[in-house]
């Protein structure tokens, strides 16, 4: 019998005539309450601990300030932030939540964070807050959407592993043939250094190497890494902290550096703790997260882990995007014309947004300043744009979600991992094709649906209810109602 065919018999001992009613396509979705808004409190009073003790005096010249703040634009910055806050969802058995969350800790904090530090507000920094904190806000009613499957190809388990290990060494090649194969480890001292030289090379990059190297250090090897520390298969494992070491060494990306960290973080998420109900633990991990490393540089009278950790992740989130928007609030929009619609609109400036805020705000040419999709949306077509850009952004989740159905949880949301970090501090139209979300939902449209890697329960005999129940580590397709 399918689980589509099983009805619940009422008190009376009739059945509920579940196939007659109409499938109802909304999802009730469990908010993180009273107690994850307060431990997301602590977090935010946590990062505004470290810019203004640590991070405002030592990097001034990065933008940061260091005004006390004042009660009235506080209380403002602190309804908004709960606005936000108060549509993250308890449930991550759905991939595309570590997406919804790392926006919420990488941009939607920082945004409000910031401003409190500042001395004046001008409309446009609110413009920021309000824009950013309302879209998020909006994102989250794809929660209440329920996925649904999509028809896919019925790949063997082995064939794809191969065809992934043949897209690895496809990618690695490309890299190689470009750089040379030169090993080095990278200290976090030099690794400016490293980057700064990939970057004089960029102009004589092929246009394959362009999506190369972020496909291969953003998806691939950490999909690799997954997929080896849940099936225990250290080659695996090995080869993908080695890929992305080589690849820290050719180009200097720190985020490469700290992936085989956050690939190692998921797993142990996922094999402690019950997706249904993570999203209760992360406020108080991110809360007391901040909280350490703030009172480690206090203690030490440094600020070397605030920096690492906070500043560069989170804080100059918050101090690019209100660039952004200062600058784009009352001159012409961008509307695309330095990429997708260059052929149809006139772009009114020199250079590329990002390479513009650098040269206005940071005084260097040389300078990529990058904030997050919205920021990228405003520069392009105003408030219009942040909310046009969200509505691309959450059909991208749902679609995430429904390519998701019935795979492994854990290789779903791990392969999404670093594509999701790109959004914090990349465009969303960049973010699909060259940070490799696009190459994350081919991989997991492609993935058999029994190449579960963690703990299937045991088989039962064929009169229990639980054989028709779906795996508690995939999403499933269908609720037993």
Not at 98 to 118: D, N, R, S
Not at 343 to 366: C, E, Q, R
Request: glycine letters at 6%; aromatic letters at 14%.
């Amino acid at each position: 019998m399918k689980a589509s065919q099983l009805q619940t018999p009422t008190r009376s001992g009739s059945r509920a005539h579940a196939a007659a009613a109409p499938k109802d396509k909304r999802e009730k979705v469990e908010r993180i309450g009273i107690r994850g808004l307060l431990w997301l409190l602590v977090f935010a009073v946590a990062l505004g601990l470290v810019d203004y003790y640590l991070i405002a005096p030592n990097f001034s010249y990065l933008g940061f300030t260091h005004e006390t703040p004042r009660p009235g634009p506080v209380a403002i910055l602190t309804v908004s932030y709960l606005f936000a806050a108060s549509r993250l969802p308890v449930s991550w058995e759905r991939p595309s939540t570590l997406i919804y969350w790392m926006l919420f800790a990488l941009v939607v904090a920082p945004v409000h964070v910031v401003p409190a530090f500042m001395i004046d507000r001008p409309p446009a920094t609110w413009g920021m807050v309000f824009s950013i904190s309302a879209a998020f806000f909006l994102l989250g009613f794809v929660y209440s959407v329920r996925p649904q499957a999509i028809p896919r190809p019925a790949l063997p388990q082995k064939f794809y592993w191969f065809f992934v290990v043949g897209v690895w060494l496809a990618l690695m090649a490309v890299v190689v043939t470009q750089y040379g194969f030169h090993f080095q480890l990278v200290s976090l001292a030099d690794i400016y250094e490293v980057r700064s030289e990939f970057r004089d090379t960029e102009a004589e990059m092929t246009r394959v190497m362009k999506y190369a190297l972020p496909w291969l250090g953003f998806v691939v090897a950490p999909l690799g890494m997954a997929y080896g520390f849940l099936k225990k298969n250290y080659v695996f494992v090995a080869a993908g902290i080695f890929t992305e070491l080589f690849l820290v060494g050719v180009s200097g990306f720190k985020s490469l550096l700290f992936s085989s960290l956050l690939v190692a973080l998921l797993v142990v998420m996922v094999l402690l703790f019950e997706l249904r109900k993570l999203g209760k633990l992360v406020p108080p991990l991110l809360a007391c997260s901040a909280l350490g490393v703030f009172a480690v540089d206090w203690l030490t009278n440094g600020y070397f882990l605030s920096s690492i950790f906070i500043r560069r992740l989170m804080l100059t989130a918050g101090v690019n995007t209100n660039y952004y928007f200062e600058f784009f609030w009352d001159r012409p929009k961008a509307q695309l014309g330095h990429g997708l619609l260059s052929g149809f609109v006139d772009y009114p400036y020199p250079t590329v947004p990002a390479k513009l805020m650098g040269i206005v705000y940071y005084g260097s040419d040389k300078t990529n300043a990058n904030a997050n999709l919205w920021a990228d949306a405003f520069s392009n077509f105003g408030i219009w744009g942040v909310l046009g850009f969200t509505v691309l952004l959450a059909l991208l989740l749902l679609v995430i979600d429904a390519t998701a159905v019935n795979l492994p949880r854990a290789l779903a949301m791990i392969v999404l991992a670093m594509p999701a970090l790109s959004l914090s501090n990349s465009a969303l139209l960049t973010t699909l094709l060259t940070h490799g979300v696009l190459l994350a939902v081919v991989l997991l449209y492609l993935m058999p649906v029994e190449s579960s890697p963690i703990d299937v329960p045991k088989q039962r005999k064929p009169g229990h209810l639980a054989a028709v129940r779906p795996s508690a580590n995939r999403l499933p397709a269908k609720e037993v109602r």
